[in-house]
């Protein structure tokens, strides 16, 4: 199943899903149903004289549960909106490698005779109430989704918080909760709601803007054993687009260890900038100087104890790739013409090696 590096669910009591049973990062089902993530992308541009990061994030849900939902932390109060979902339809086109067609000449022989978690029913009134040090910032809908956002200063507190509105505790999501309520990070829960009758939940593209010194991605993971005691975890696809004033680069963690993702596209926006992050972004957050990177993690297991942390990459070269097509043209030679192209040539190296021997001088 591929899922999102961002999301960190958490297991619902009400649903009856056990800690244990919701593997980090994974949507959590209600009891005889299940969920799977389709597709995901997200778009990270860095304003850096702002020193404002805008978010976008989307995917797409498949199975036949009802609800689900998520967190995602960021370092200060984030500015929620929905952003325009045709934006990764674009950036996917402009950052697909360049086509360029080769013409190949084919020879071919033949017969010329016939021959493609969620936050449980509680009203805005009723969030506000909840008991310090868990304070409720925000309430709203956006996109289709209902997001709550949380401030708290004690990590056991937040945990109880969440229990005490429909969510199961467990030692596992308490200890990543720990980690950015030591940060005085905030965190943003989202529910997806599945339309009648539908296999399939696409959450709209969601912009979530904020303040921070250096941009990032929500990467750390609960430490959770992998369900049914399974040794392989196979590749999780994670695409993300970096738009920044130069070439990015992401480190995981303060140690600055490599990412590992690859870099598929580096290149500055130019004239498209406008068109490609219409409806996206708030005017002034790119523009035809700032540079679009993409880059493709296909990590299987991500760190429990670090984020991921971008910055101008120090090889400052563009990526560009090329596929070549190459373009067959089929050289018809008919069969019945070689038996006599056959006879003429050995008649004529026939010749040849008379006329050597009559000139070489006698012994």
């Known amino acids: 199943m591929r899922i999102a590096a961002w999301m960190v669910v958490v297991a619902s009591s009400v649903m009856g899903v056990r800690a ?34 805008h978010f976008v ?19 200060t109060q984030p500015e929620l909106a929905e952003a325009d979902d045709g934006v990764f339809a674009r950036l996917w086109e402009h950052t697909r490698p360049r086509v360029e067609h080769r013409r190949r000449w084919v020879p071919h022989t033949c017969c010329t005779l016939g021959c493609g978690m969620f936050l449980l029913g509680r009203s805005a009134s009723e969030e506000a109430t909840a008991a310090a040090p868990v304070t409720v910032l925000e309430s ?26 429909g969510f199961e505790r467990s030692p596992a999501l308490e200890g990543w909760l720990a980690g950015y309520v030591r940060l005085g990070w905030i965190l943003t829960a989202f529910r997806y709601a599945k339309s009648a009758g539908s296999a399939t939940t696409a959450s709209r593209a969601v912009r979530m803007s904020f303040r921070t010194e250096r941009p990032f991605f929500p990467y750390r993971e609960p430490e959770t054993p992998p369900r049914d005691g399974a040794t392989y975890q196979p590749p999780r696809v994670l695409r993300v687009y970096l738009v920044g004033p130069t070439r990015m680069d992401g480190s995981v963690g303060d140690a600055a260890g490599p990412w ?5 596209h580096a290149r500055p926006l130019g004239a498209a900038a406008a068109s490609l ?7 002034g957050a790119a523009s035809p100087t700032s540079w679009l990177t993409r880059a493709t993690d296909l990590r299987a297991v991500r760190p429990t104890d670090a984020d991921l942390f971008f910055a101008p990459a120090a090889d400052r070269s563009e990526v560009d790739p090329v596929h070549y097509v190459d373009d067959e043209t089929i050289v018809p030679i008919p069969v019945e013409l070689l038996v006599p192209a056959g006879v ?15 000139a070489a001088p006698a012994r």
């Not at 992050?277 to 005017?283: I, K």
């Open 20 to 53: 244990n049973d919701a593997r980090a990062c994974a949507p959590a089902p209600m009891p005889g149903t299940y969920v799977s993530v389709t597709d995901e992308e997200a778009l990270v541009v860095w304003d850096a004289a702002r020193r404002v990061q």
């Open 57 to 75: 994030r989307r995917a797409s849900f498949e199975g036949s549960s009802e609800s689900f939902g998520f967190l995602v932390p960021t370092p």
């Open 140 to 165: 709203t809908r956006v996109a289709g989704m209902d997001a709550t956002v949380l401030a708290a200063t004690d990590a056991t507190a937040l945990a109880g918080w969440l229990g005490r509105h």
């Open 260 to 264: 590992g993702a690859q870099t598929e």
């Open 277 to 283: 992050l219409r409806g996206v972004v708030p005017d």
């Open 344 to 358: 003429v040539a050995w008649l004529i190296v026939r010749r040849r090696r008379r006329k050597r021997a009559s």
